[in-house]
């Protein structure tokens, strides 16, 4: 369940990239004892695109929490509508939450900052039977002709234990 929100941010925000020029990874500093997943360039996605994820792990395997960078480049003069584009990922993902029986409230799109440059963001919170089970999150930024997505999502308490990590992820990014 966790990772499938995280499969819908790559397919939604592929449609505001094109092939532009080659730009260095981003760089992230992942937090110790996660397990960082090599991925392969999916041909779904714009040329260029590059995803990079950590997963949080229990003793016997299961993920408590998954977080994904997804850098796409951006045709040269092209105006992405970022808020735009976050609001279309954030309804894709509920509607597949409820698709798979769960309930999602999100908060408001606002401000945030992403690895020192101006990003806008988004939580929700996922339910089913009224109880809360996941928290999931989605950051966007442009910087230098490159769309950035850091997207995290995990079980509600582990979500609220991270909060430490996950920020330091968010302000070790040079994007």
């Not at 819908?8 to 449609?15: E, M």
């Not at 092939?19 to 960082?36: D, K, N």
């Not at 908060?107 to 988004?122: D, R």
């Not at 950051?139 to 609220?160: I, P, T």
Request: charged share 15%; net charge neutral; proline share 4%.
């Amino acid at each position: 369940m966790i990772r499938l929100f995280l499969s819908l941010c790559v397919s939604l925000f592929a449609v505001i990239a094109s092939v532009a020029v080659q730009a260095a990874e981003p760089q992230v500093t992942w937090p110790r004892g996660w397990a960082v997943e090599p991925l392969p360039a999916d041909t779904a996605t714009a040329p260029g695109t590059s995803r990079q994820r950590a997963t949080k792990s229990d003793p016997a395997g299961n993920a408590l929490m998954v977080m994904e960078l997804t850098t796409t480049p951006v045709e040269s003069g092209h105006q992405v509508n970022l808020q735009g584009v976050l609001l279309e990922m954030r309804k894709s993902i509920q509607k597949d939450f409820f698709r798979g029986g769960y309930q999602s409230a999100c908060n408001k799109i606002h401000a945030s900052m992403l690895g020192g440059v101006t990003a806008l963001e988004t939580t929700c919170t996922i339910t089913q039977n009224g109880q809360h089970v996941l928290s999931q999150a989605l950051v966007a930024a442009l910087n230098d002709g490159r769309a950035y997505v850091l997207s995290y999502a995990g079980q509600a308490q582990v979500f609220v234990d991270s909060q430490d990590e996950i920020q330091a992820v968010r302000n070790s990014l040079k994007l």
